[in-house]
């Protein structure tokens, strides 16, 4: 089970997050400024934190580029009532991965609290076989029997990500959430093109082949 750190010092509003979270299979655990959250962490391992700037003692900005500098990871959703660019920026820069404004849809929280979960899995694992060929996060690069090599991000990230879930359907909205962001503004008509330019790239490929279903999206089967 996925944990969930929640650091808001709204009360009410904590544990409405919380309830939500606790309602979709994730277990929560709560406080109320950045210095809780750093104690928390101390004690506890959490996959996704979600963070209030305006926060006593320590806020948002401050607590995420501590754990930044102290060379920790876990995604971070920043929570706020700021909706100016610059305050975006600001929680952007500090460090956290995604921001939302106040008043928040939760059922939005949820997808995008899930949608980190997903790109964070996928970075962590670094490496997915299939076959005889070789993803290596690090390096972007595909080894197979016919050689290396090595792709643009989004394309590597693209095939990884199917590559990583052989036979699974991913719709086009879902690849574009998890390799391109949830706020992108890229089209999904993006995937198709990215996806033409991989079945060209490994037409020749003896361990996978992508499948298009249509009306759907794609998949990555085996050969």
């Not at 406080?31 to 006593?56: C, H, Q, R, T």
């Not at 197979?144 to 394309?155: I, T």
Request: proline letters at 2%; charged letters at 30%; hydrophobic letters at 40%.
């Amino acid at each position: 089970m996925f944990k969930i750190l929640i650091a808001e010092d709204d009360r009410e509003l904590r544990r409405l997050f919380a309830h939500v979270l606790i309602k979709n299979g994730f277990a929560v655990k709560e406080v109320s400024d950045g210095k809780e959250a750093l104690d928390a962490m101390e004690n506890d391992y959490f996959d996704v934190i979600i963070s209030d700037v305006m926060m006593p003692n320590m806020d948002g900005y401050e607590f995420v580029r501590t754990l930044r500098e102290y060379g920790n990871n876990t995604p971070v959703m920043m929570i706020t009532a700021k909706d100016a660019f610059d305050d975006m920026r600001l929680g952007f820069l500090s460090g956290s991965d995604d921001y939302m404004i106040k008043p928040v849809n939760v059922n939005e929280m949820v997808i995008r609290v899930q949608a980190l979960l997903r790109r964070a899995q996928m970075i962590n694992e670094r490496r997915q076989t299939i076959g005889d060929t070789v993803l290596e996060c690090d390096t972007f690069t595909v080894h197979s029997l016919d050689g290396s090599v090595s792709l643009p991000q989004k394309e590597f990230m693209l095939l990884y990500k199917m590559a990583s879930y052989p036979g699974r359907i991913f719709t086009r909205q879902q690849l574009m959430d998890d390799v391109w962001g949830y706020d992108s503004e890229s089209d999904t008509h993006t995937i198709d093109v990215h996806i033409g330019r991989l079945r060209d790239r490994f037409k020749d490929n003896n361990d996978f082949k992508i499948v298009t279903i249509r009306g759907v999206g794609y998949k990555v089967s085996k050969i």
